[in-house]
């Protein structure tokens, strides 16, 4: 009899750790929501266009590149059809940044599996109490939301060696979100979509060096912003926005002209060794008997089609014209604007 209340005792606590979020971070702002977040700094000149901005919707359209009809008929709501220039805009800039990442950054290219496992989520921190914001197929596979999933999950269950630490990963990848408590916001353009590609970040470090990683990572999806020559700001998320697996996060926020205020456009959180415990994610110092959990640290560097989005708006032209950065250029074959049939 007291082996079974044992057995229901630790289901208890087992059922409630699956629900209870990361403890927050010293350092992060109480609040209790998004109003109470911190700015940190700004980057950059809010761009002085002479003439009223366009959204990147209208823009888009105007262009006949951006085709939210059709997309509807194809899949419903919250999808977009790209073509032409703007289609191929769009994957120059997700190659453009991860070359950044690996060629200067020191992250690892890695293409995984987008259908992964209930384990997989777990220890993430999406399951079990996100699972209405995912989408889940019929054979018991879900679409992941970020890239996250399958690349800070290469090493669950693993007893890594100290030596081997800090692993960086990055990946370009599909990300499919279900959008469920989104009903009524942005309904209109590619802010808010069902499918969109973004290029992840991440790391699996020494807990001595967890706080100066998510530094170094934050810097790193900056670059992406500066080297686009893109106005933003980084803020320091209160406990009442912070995300379930973060114990801090900074959230980046780029300038969209169109709409006149800052947008997320990447989230850089620090998890601690609250995915790790989820994964059983452990690591052995030389000499060392004993193993300690790591720290995951995961970040966005950055959302494409948000990118997309910043680029059309902030390099709009009074004709309607978008102006290519130079960065992008020689992953546009030289294309320095895009035109109506260009």
């Given at each position: 009899?007291?082996?079974?209340?044992?057995?229901?005792?630790?289901?208890?606590?087992?059922?409630?750790?699956?629900?209870?979020?990361?403890?927050?971070?010293?350092?992060?702002?109480?609040?209790?929501?998004?109003?109470?977040?911190?700015?940190?700094?700004?980057?950059?000149?809010?761009?002085?266009?002479?003439?009223?901005?366009?959204?990147?919707?209208?823009?888009?359209?105007?262009?006949?590149?951006?085709?939210?009809?059709?997309?509807?008929?194809?899949?419903?709501?919250?999808?977009?059809?790209?073509?032409?220039?703007?289609?191929?805009?769009?994957?120059?800039?997700?190659?453009?940044?991860?070359?950044?990442?690996?060629?200067?950054?020191?992250?690892?290219?890695?293409?995984?599996?987008?259908?992964?496992?209930?384990?997989?989520?777990?220890?993430?921190?999406?399951?079990?109490?996100?699972?209405?914001?995912?989408?889940?197929?019929?054979?018991?596979?879900?679409?992941?939301?970020?890239?996250?999933?399958?690349?800070?999950?290469?090493?669950?269950?693993?007893?890594?060696?100290?030596?081997?630490?800090?692993?960086?990963?990055?990946?370009?990848?599909?990300?499919?979100?279900?959008?469920?408590?989104?009903?009524?916001?942005?309904?209109?353009?590619?802010?808010?979509?069902?499918?969109?590609?973004?290029?992840?970040?991440?790391?699996?470090?020494?807990?001595?060096?967890s706080e100066d990683e998510h530094e170094r990572m934050t810097a790193a999806a900056e670059d992406v912003l500066k080297r686009l020559d893109l106005h933003y700001r980084v803020v320091i998320l209160s406990t009442g926005d912070l995300g379930f697996s973060a114990r801090k996060t900074y959230d980046i926020e780029v300038w969209l002209p169109g709409q006149d205020?800052?947008?997320?456009?990447?989230?850089?959180?620090?998890?601690?060794?609250?995915?790790?415990?989820?994964?059983?994610?452990?690591?052995?110092?030389?000499?060392?008997?004993?193993?300690?959990?790591?720290?995951?640290?995961?970040?966005?560097?950055?959302?494409?089609?948000?990118?997309?989005?910043?680029?059309?708006?902030?390099?709009?032209?009074?004709?309607?014209?978008?102006?290519?950065?130079?960065?992008?250029?020689?992953?546009?074959?030289?294309?320095?604007?895009?035109?109506?049939?260009?």
């Amino acid at each position: 009899m007291l082996d079974d209340h044992q057995k229901q005792s630790e289901a208890a606590v087992e059922n409630a750790l699956q629900v209870i979020p990361n403890l927050p971070s010293p350092e992060v702002p109480d609040g209790a929501d998004e109003s109470a977040n911190v700015e940190i700094r700004r980057i950059g000149k809010m761009p002085e266009l002479g003439y009223p901005a366009k959204e990147h919707h209208e823009l888009g359209e105007a262009l006949s590149m951006m085709d939210f009809q059709r997309a509807g008929k194809l899949s419903g709501a919250r999808f977009v059809v790209l073509s032409g220039a703007l289609a191929r805009l769009e994957r120059a800039l997700g190659q453009f940044m991860i070359d950044l990442q690996t060629a200067e950054h020191g992250y690892e290219e890695v293409n995984p599996p987008t259908l992964v496992r209930d384990t997989a989520l777990y220890g993430t921190g999406q399951l079990p109490k996100f699972g209405g914001d995912l989408f889940r197929t019929t054979s018991d596979h879900w679409l992941i939301p970020t890239a996250e999933v399958p690349l800070t999950n290469l090493v669950a269950n693993e007893i890594l060696d100290e030596s081997v630490l800090p692993i960086r990963f990055t990946a370009l990848t599909p990300c499919f979100r279900s959008e469920a408590g989104a009903a009524g916001k942005d309904t209109h353009g590619m802010i808010r979509q069902h499918q969109f590609s973004k290029v992840e970040l991440v790391s699996v470090v020494h807990p001595d060096n967890s706080e100066d990683e998510h530094e170094r990572m934050t810097a790193a999806a900056e670059d992406v912003l500066k080297r686009l020559d893109l106005h933003y700001r980084v803020v320091i998320l209160s406990t009442g926005d912070l995300g379930f697996s973060a114990r801090k996060t900074y959230d980046i926020e780029v300038w969209l002209p169109g709409q006149d205020r800052f947008r997320e456009i990447s989230s850089c959180s620090n998890c601690g060794d609250f995915q790790a415990r989820r994964m059983r994610a452990r690591f052995r110092s030389s000499g060392s008997k004993g193993t300690e959990f790591v720290h995951t640290l995961n970040g966005s560097g950055l959302a494409v089609g948000r990118a997309l989005i910043a680029v059309i708006e902030n390099y709009q032209c009074a004709d309607g014209s978008i102006v290519v950065p130079e960065a992008l250029r020689p992953y546009m074959g030289g294309l320095d604007a895009i035109a109506a049939n260009g």
